[in-house]
């Protein structure tokens, strides 16, 4: 099969759980994980004669993402009812935003390798999620928790501009990294705050027009993302280039077969019958409700990686590890304030701090050693008090355990104080030469790479503690 010859072409519809503390249209707590149907209330089970009330925070986090994503925020947006009958769904309809969504347009980048790139948004709305049916139960029956019902949600719809299984999944990575910037979503995809479906439609190379899509639904992981997209596509290209044509369609993936199959067949495509929400009156923003939240934005992701590029001189594989996550980026701006040295703050934190933070499940705001001994630790080092190998296997672990200390008592406590006694650093030399004469030889043979081995010795008998410098400047002068 040519595959070589056709381009795979993908939108995405993520659907984002929002943290908030309640429900979108009622008090219902919203938190993951509590018994079956414990977090309910006549509202959300859709009983007769309740009311939604809207939830502020959903409309907040809405424009929140809508400004970070540079989308144009409709100060009045509606919601209507789409209905459908499914035994998770009590109210037999669920409300979301059909023609006047909060938040239209927009863009996110992803970077793939060396290549940056915008994938446009197509429009932001808010919803609410369904219950939660279970089929795997052991009796003829499925079970049913409506905890979920009524969770609120934002339903992000991309253009058709991904063109890879590995751009949706920096794309997916990317939105997920911007949603827990703005402290909207945690983005945890095996809880399933973060799903996507995927529109997927193969074409020739180079052909302007798009082809017939098929959308998969509910994909709760990216690597079942991944396995779904490559699937699809070469059998959308095996249909094509059987001379038949591919049809729109929902599909499921199963993730046990890797195969994509029909939800439902043409017949019993749903009508979902839209029509205006009757119960919530339109959401009507003002222009400084906007700015207010404008004003309140963090500092996000890409500007952060590009300011650690540009005013702290860090690499872009440093800035991109570092800004994965805020409160990491925070932390390296707050070393900073302390050092002049970024370099070696980033460093630090990269292999030590985070590493640390991992290893003890602890968030690195709890990291215990304070940003100003971190500062005279890094210090230590380039004042050459305290080798650099040294520091980080015996000194780090040290300050770790005791935080109260400071690095050079840590370091005096160790004994890792380098020395540059000259006294002492030139016996050190004297002994490696003359335990080493067939060395020394050689060296004066002009085998000059064994200058290291030199070193390596005076290190040793120092216990690690020679001042570098030194000791090479008194190595040249005795075999030179
Ligand atoms: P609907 O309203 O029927 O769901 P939309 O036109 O709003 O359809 O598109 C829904 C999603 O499908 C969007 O993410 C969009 O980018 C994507 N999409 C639309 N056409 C295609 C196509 N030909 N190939 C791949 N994705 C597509
Ligand atoms: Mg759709």
């Known amino acids: 099969m040519p595959y070589e010859k056709y381009e795979t072409v993908i939108g995405l519809e ?31 089970l859709g009983h007769p004669g309740t009311l939604p009330r809207l939830n502020r925070k959903q409309v907040e986090y809405a424009v929140r993402l809508g400004l970070a994503l540079g989308s144009a925020i409709n100060l009045r947006s509606a919601f209507d009812r789409k209905n459908y009958f499914y035994a998770d769904l009590p109210k037999g309809y669920q409300v979301t935003q059909d023609r006047a969504p909060i938040c239209v347009g927009g863009s996110l980048n992803i970077r793939v390798g060396e290549e940056e790139k915008a994938i446009r948004i197509h429009h932001i709305h808010m919803e609410e999620d369904a219950g939660k049916s279970m089929h795997d139960s052991e009796g003829p029956y499925s079970l049913i928790d409506l905890n979920r019902a009524g969770v609120p949600l934002l339903e992000i719809v991309s253009e058709p501009d991904l063109r890879s299984a590995e751009e949706v999944d920096a794309f997916m990575s990317a939105m997920r990294q911007l949603m827990r910037y703005l402290g909207i979503c945690d983005g945890n995809m095996e809880q399933g705050s973060m799903r996507c479906d995927c529109n997927v439609s193969v074409r020739l190379k180079g052909d302007p027009n798009l082809g017939e899509r098929c959308e998969i639904k509910n994909l709760n992981s990216m690597r079942y993302a991944r396995r779904a997209i490559a699937y699809e596509a ?7 280039e059987s001379g ?30 839209y029509f205006p929400e009757p119960d919530l009156p339109p959401v009507v923003l003002s222009r400084e409700y906007v700015e207010k939240i404008r004003r309140a934005l963090p500092a996000l992701p890409w500007e952060l990686f ?15 590890l570092l800004t994965q996550e805020q409160p990491t980026a925070l932390f390296f701006l707050a070393l900073c304030e302390h050092t002049g040295n970024f370099k070696a703050a980033a460093n630090l934190i990269i292999n030590k701090v985070a590493p640390f933070c991992n290893e003890q499940g602890i968030d690195i705001t709890d990291f215990p050693v304070g940003h100003d001994h971190l500062a005279a630790f890094i210090q230590l080092i380039d004042e050459g008090k305290v080798a650099s190998a040294a520091a980080y296997q015996h000194i780090f672990p040290a300050l770790a355990e005791a935080p109260g200390r400071s690095p050079l008592e840590a370091a005096q406590a160790l004994n890792l104080i380098q020395t540059s006694d000259e006294g002492l650093l030139e016996r050190l030399v004297d002994e490696a030469l003359a335990n080493n004469p067939e060395e020394v030889e050689r060296y004066r043979n002009g085998k000059k790479g064994l200058m290291g081995f030199f070193m390596g010795e005076v290190m040793k ?3 690690g503690k020679a001042d570098p410098k030194v000791a090479s400047g008194l190595l040249r002068k005795k075999l030179g």
């Open 14 to 44: 993520i659907h984002a759980q929002l943290s908030t503390r309640s429900k979108a249209f009622c008090g219902d707590d919203v938190s993951f994980g509590g018994d079956p149907n414990t977090q309910v209330s006549p509202i959300s």
């Open 234 to 240: 070469r059998r959308q290209i095996g249909l094509v």
């Open 244 to 273: 038949s044509r591919v049809e729109q369609q929902t599909l499921n993936f199963d993730p046990s077969t890797g195969v994509t199959a029909p939800l439902r067949d043409k017949e019993d495509a749903h009508d979902y019958r």
């Open 306 to 320: 590009r300011q650690f590029q540009e005013e702290y001189g860090l690499p872009a594989y440093d800035a991109n």
């Open 461 to 463: 008998a120092s216990k």
